[in-house]
């Protein structure tokens, strides 16, 4: 049975899932916060109510990054 | 889905502002609340030569791509922090974007310039490798940024950098933490003015940005930075936003609003006392300068252009803070 290719990272890993179904659902399924990524298919992003199929290459792209708190907090 | 401007199909939904953007107009929204932060607090006046710190990672990418597309004299500074395959590929992608826009970008690397890397300069210092790290490009930009007579050093710090840090300084009242958490570091007492233009912006947003523009980044996180705290209030505050978009522009913003000027008679008594740095004449509170310490502990060195040269040090308030050692 043909699924769809999710990527997800940070481990960097790829997982099947069966389509259709819309990114929102997607992102609960997996469970996601939608705040801390960005859905990628092929090489566009789409929103949350975007509809997935068994042939498209997803990725899950983690937005979130350390920082360097020092300077953010104003440290010289 | 439609964008709330042109009614055409939208790529991104924004949920604190309540609205979703096609290409375009999200691509507008972002060079436009940019403009805004630069504007609002005053931090880059037309014709300042600008130095951007880069990373590799998508926030100082794109502040770097948004400032030059609002026409900013901008240049990057990319720091070689030693971390591995990790700094090879970020390396990569700070010298790929450079020659795409033909701008200028320094380099400075640890290991070959001050004979040191973050992980062995934190693992001697005894500090964590964030620490060792911040505690490095602070420095470092700062002396680049002197020495090649820019005019205002930028950072790719977003809302969400800026939200998670006021987050944790609030948790265990770090009053003098709370002082100089601002948008906008004056430039005094020999440090050159240090901003931050993406402060209205998400880092979800930096994100899309760089994939819609077409800027390759770094992805992965930094191996070092797994499991911070910094990371973790984050995660916390997503949490939030989740149930109540809005919260993390309107706790940070209320913060610079209605409370950030309580904490600032503190942090400007830590000015009093600085003097050149022994090693390098950086403005330091010890006789020695938190960097040169670290690189002596690392058993690095400094370069041979480097003396103790001191830096001009003028006595005017200041929000921002002096050498001193860091926290993660």
Redesign the interface.
Known sequence: MVAMKVLLRNPRREVDVQGPLQVSTLLQRLEVNRESVLVIRGDTIVPGDAWLADSDDVEIRPVISGGDFGSAIGLR | ?KCRVCREP????I?RHNA?FCTEHFLRLCRDQTAKAIHDFDMIQPNERVLVAVSG???SLAVWDILLDLGYDADGLYLGLGIGDYSDESGRYARAYAATRERTLIEIDLPADYGYDIPGGARAARRVP??A???S??HLF?RAAIDGGYDVVV?G?NL???A??LF??VLRW?TD?LG???PV?PAR?G?PR?V?PLVRLG??E???YC??KGIDYI????P??AG?K??GY??AL??V??TSPGSKHDFYFGFLARASALFRPE?EGEQAGLAPCISCGA?TTAEQCAFCRLVERAGGQLPADVGPVPVEIGMGAS??????D???
């Open positions: 889905m939208a790529i991104i939904d949920r979703n990672g998508k926030d964030c620490s790290c911040g505690l490009k602070r700062d950072t710090h969400d950098d800026e998670a840090v944790g300084n770090q933490y100089r958490q601002l570091l007492h440090f240090k931050k880092e979800r930096m994100a899309a994939v819609v992805v992965e996180e930094c070092m930075a911070n910094h990371l984050k995660d997503n949490a936003e989740a942090a403005p929000a921002g803070g002096p050498d001193r860091d926290v993660s």
